[in-house]
Nanobody, 115 residues
Framework: QVQLVESGGGLVQPGGSLRLSCAAS????????MGWYRQAPGKERELVAV???????NYAGSVKGRFTISRDNAKNTVNLQMSSLKPEDTAVYYC?????????WGQGTQVTVSS
């Protein structure tokens, strides 16, 4: 079971940018899908972005064009570059690793977008 630790969250002004990082405790080379999810107060957890071993990406419509997900298998890390941030992006962001019948989550990192 891989352990995931998120970092990079914080307070940022609307229109600003932030990069989140997810460090895995072991190789992620064989993990098919790495992703980021988020949960805002009063809302269900939702998919933000995912990336496969082949580099295929999928984004939520609300972040498409503003966020970029990437993975570095050699460094066992997954990143989420966020730009043009909006107040509605405020949430706890969670890193996820998934294969068939395999699902691991990090503890989350808080992102607050406010002036």
């Amino acid at each position: 079971q891989v352990q995931l630790v998120e970092s990079g969250g914080g307070l940022v002004q609307p229109g600003g940018s932030l990069r989140l990082s997810c460090a895995a405790s072991r190789s992620i080379f064989s993990i098919n899908t790495m992703g980021w999810y988020r949960q805002a107060p009063g809302k269900e957890r939702e998919l933000v972005a995912v990336i496969t071993t082949g580099g295929t990406t999928n984004y939520a419509g609300s972040v498409k064009g503003r966020f970029t997900i990437s993975r570095d298998n050699a460094k066992n890390t997954v990143n989420l570059q966020m730009s043009s941030l909006k107040p509605e992006d405020t949430a706890v962001y969670y890193c996820n690793a998934a294969n068939y019948d395999y699902n691991a989550w990090g503890q989350g990192t808080q992102v607050t977008v406010s002036s």
